[in-house]
């Protein structure tokens, strides 16, 4: 039998969509049509399971799942043995204590003897232990937000990403804990045939990530300026400079990273350069 990768992958929520293209943009067709908790690829041999986020972890350290992808949160709180294989750069968001926000605040040692409310008992623990800090942890599974507000707590440790859920609560964030964004885990004990997928997996990310951090520039100069614009175009190699039918011009193409972008292209006008034509990559081979 022909191996084949089992990959999970969260059913709704705010990692599913960002999943599922990485895969996509990986050239991997699969059927994630509605409602569905399997799909097999048309092209590649891997098989996806949707399941909510939280079980991931849990079904890779069995093995039931091959690979996952989760929240950097729910994998520490779930903290099941599993190889932590790539961070993904996604669904990036912080784990924060926040306080109604009339009250004072003067440093974590204010949380001395108060109760907090969380869906992340184990991280909070962990925040608490390290600041020698003794509190109360009330875990609950949602809808933490309203926790002091109905007397159930006197402060929150939640998601926070833009803060909004937090002021409309009446709170505010006093203390980031933890910050995450979204990890492939796998098992840590696989075959060597599925290794060999998951690699293959590994070298298609890279490929698209570096494609995702770069911009093809083609510009046009007089051929007095190239030296002085070569310096400025960091590309992989050296730039490709094809002469122009007009005499005396040549064109001048390169691969140059996002952050350097808008720092240099002023730089490069200032050194004659004109026309420039700045195109997304799909993908970068080394
Ligand atoms: P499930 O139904 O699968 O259990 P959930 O409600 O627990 O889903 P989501 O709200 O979909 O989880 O969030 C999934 C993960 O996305 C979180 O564990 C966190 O890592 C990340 N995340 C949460 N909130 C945000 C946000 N506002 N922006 C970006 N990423 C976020
Ligand atoms: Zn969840």
Redesign the pocket.
Known sequence: MNDVLRIAV???????EDSLNLFKECGIKFDNGAGKLKATSSNFPAEFLF?????IPGYVEDGVADMGI?????HVETNKNVSETKLLG????RLSIAIPRGEVYNGVTDLEGKSIATSYPIILGNFLKEHGVTAHIHEIS?SVEIAPSIGLADAVCD????GGTLLSNGLKEVEVIFR???IMISYPKLSPEKQDILNQILFRIDAVQRAKNSKYVVLNTRNENIAAIRALLPGMKAPSILPLADEGWSSMHSVITEQDFWQNIEKLREAGAEGILVMPIEKIIY
């Open positions: 969260q059913k709704s929520g705010r990692l599913s399941l909510r986020d939280d079980d989760v929240g950097q949160n729910v996604f669904s990036k968001c949602g998601i926070v990403s833009s995450s964004e979204a």
